[in-house]
């Protein structure tokens, strides 16, 4: 770990390499390491299996992981500045960090190294989501995420039926997933600052009774949820040619709305679409 304490500080890696933050690419660093060893600690235990992160920038959530005793890290990053500011954090990391450069929108993590698998990331707020969509798919290839997010996302993660934050993100994640809200962050732990808080949350695939297929879950929620002020009876008639019928051979009010059903109602829409 001495190499490690001996690297210069972020903002020097930042100013060195000329890694001034790019809108596009979502990048707000974390410059504060009390603050990303807790995000590294909430992701714990860290020395079994692979940490994989996405968007590291210029390192300082890497930086925390290492620290915090992380036995194999792979980090991947679209930006190829930021691979370079890292190779001084790779020689320091003394073979437990490789480097990947690529887009994470389109790698598959079981590529990445064996199991058991943890994601850990203060993700680029305009992939997020598409990121933990895509995370869900895979999550058997998943033991757990620790995952950054802005607050507004994070509501809507753990949103309970009959709130307006309850929508498709809710119920996907919380089919897959054990979901818990951890800490909160404010804008000022950022360089640069972002418009609106952000959340830590934690995501833990479920050892069992999930849908194998997550597609007929999707269909059934982008229908109901698309258009939530519709009774179910009307909204789902996009994807069940008798919505009535089938609401209620499952027991469901076909005058209800989206907002009313719970996760596992969702679960039994998306078997019968998928007979
Ligand atoms: N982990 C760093 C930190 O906490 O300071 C940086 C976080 S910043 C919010 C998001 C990072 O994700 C940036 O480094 C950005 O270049 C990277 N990124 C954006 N889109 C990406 C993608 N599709 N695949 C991989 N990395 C991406």
Redesign the pocket.
């Given at each position: 770990m001495d190499g490690l304490a001996a690297l210069p500080p972020l903002r020097e890696v930042i100013a060195a390499h000329g890694l001034d933050a790019?809108k596009r690419?979502?990048?707000?660093?974390?410059?504060d390491l009390n603050l990303?060893r807790r995000i590294a600690r909430a992701a714990a235990p860290l020395d079994q299996g692979l940490v994989v992160?996405?968007?590291?920038?210029?390192?300082?959530?890497?930086r925390a992981l290492l620290l915090e005793g992380a036995g194999r890290v792979v980090a991947?990053?679209?930006?190829s500045r930021?691979i370079a500011a890292l190779k001084e954090l790779q020689t320091a990391a003394d073979g437990r960090l490789d480097l990947v450069e690529?887009?994470?929108?389109k790698i598959d993590v079981a590529t990445l190294g064996p199991a058991p698998r943890r994601i850990v990331?203060?993700?680029?707020?305009?992939?997020s989501t598409a990121?933990l969509v895509g995370w869900l798919h895979q999550a058997d290839q998943i033991a757990d995420m620790v995952l950054?997010f802005q607050k507004e996302v994070g509501d809507r993660l753990a949103a309970a039926p009959r709130s307006k934050d309850y929508g498709r993100l809710s119920v996907l994640a919380q089919h897959v997933c054990t979901v818990q809200r951890l800490f909160d962050v404010a804008p000022s732990a950022?360089v640069p600052p972002p418009k609106v808080v952000s959340s830590v949350v934690r995501l833990r695939p479920r050892p069992e009774g999930r849908l194998a297929d997550l597609r007929p879950l999707e269909r059934v929620t982008a229908a109901a949820f698309g258009q939530r002020r519709k009774m179910l009876r009307s909204s789902l008639g996009s994807v069940f040619s008798r919505p009535v019928d089938v609401l209620e051979g499952l027991g469901l009010r076909p005058t209800a709305r989206a907002e009313e059903l719970s996760v596992a109602d969702f679960v039994r829409l998306a078997e019968a679409l998928d007979k």
């Open positions: 790019r690419l979502g990048q707000h660093f974390l410059l990303t992160e996405v968007g590291p920038g210029p390192g300082g959530l890497t991947v990053e679209i930006d930021a690529g887009d994470a929108l990331a203060n993700l680029p707020y305009n992939v990121l950054m950022f």
